[in-house]
């Protein structure tokens, strides 16, 4: 593995199930992020995690959980998908705050019908 | 609250120079980021600004006025490859991004 990678590329989902997507990073960084990007919206954060066994809520949280058992995992569940959640979901981490980059994963692409 | 301005979508010729502005409002502020995304793919990341002033690297540059609330990024040499959306990202007072819609470059032969 190098970098981040996200799993699965692409999902199309019946609303009313539960869908988990992963993130895997091997970088050691600490924080990590979930966005949501929809068509003309910028990314939008749902959750984060600012060190293993910590995790917050960003801007549009509500219908989603994540955990953060270590350092490399931080997977978000969706607990019953509903077609609003239709968006296409990136992973991404950083080594730090402040001035440090967020690298992103490729992306999950997710339809829920 | 929080709100991050730039255009929806600009057009330059391939070999030219263009400069896409970004104005924002944060809680706080620990710098701004711009990103580049191609379509289908993931941002990756161009640039980070703390200090007013102009930083360079390579073809890309970066503005930031912070009492202003401006930055831009500034694109010479334009190649088909930088066909993209440049997306402005400042950060507040929680180390949180907040991202902008993003400009789509498309540029021209």
């Known amino acids: 593995i190098a970098g981040i990678t996200q799993a699965p590329t692409s999902q199309i989902l019946a609303a009313g199930r539960r869908m988990t997507l992963r993130c895997t990073q091997d970088?050691?960084?600490?924080?990590m992020y979930w966005y949501r990007q929809d068509l003309g919206l910028g990314l939008r954060l749902i959750h984060y995690s600012n060190t293993a066994g910590t995790t917050g809520k960003g801007e549009v949280p509500d219908g989603y959980s994540v955990s953060r058992a270590n350092t490399d995992d931080f997977p978000l569940t969706l607990a019953s998908a509903v077609p609003s959640q239709t968006s296409v979901y990136f992973c991404?981490?950083?080594?730090?705050?402040?001035?440090?980059?967020?690298?992103f994963g490729p992306g999950t692409r997710l339809t829920v019908l | 609250g929080q709100n991050i301005d730039q255009p929806t979508e600009m057009t330059a010729t391939e070999g030219a120079i263009v400069q896409i502005n970004c104005t924002y409002q944060?809680?706080?502020?620990?710098?701004l980021f711009w990103y580049q995304q191609h379509a289908g793919e993931a941002p990756t990341f161009l640039s980070y600004n703390v200090l007013d002033g102009l930083e360079e690297k390579g073809r890309f540059s970066s503005f930031l006025s912070r009492s202003k609330g401006y930055s831009y990024l500034l694109l010479k040499e334009l190649q088909m490859k930088d066909s993209a959306s440049y997306l402005c990202?400042?950060?507040?007072?929680?180390?949180?991004?907040?991202w902008g819609a993003g400009t789509k470059l498309i540029i021209k032969p």
């Open positions: 944060t809680s706080g502020f620990n710098g």
């Open positions: 970088m050691r960084h600490n924080a």
């Open positions: 991404a981490s950083s080594g730090g705050q402040g001035g440090t980059e967020q690298f």
């Open positions: 990202a400042p950060m507040d007072s929680n180390y949180q991004l907040i």
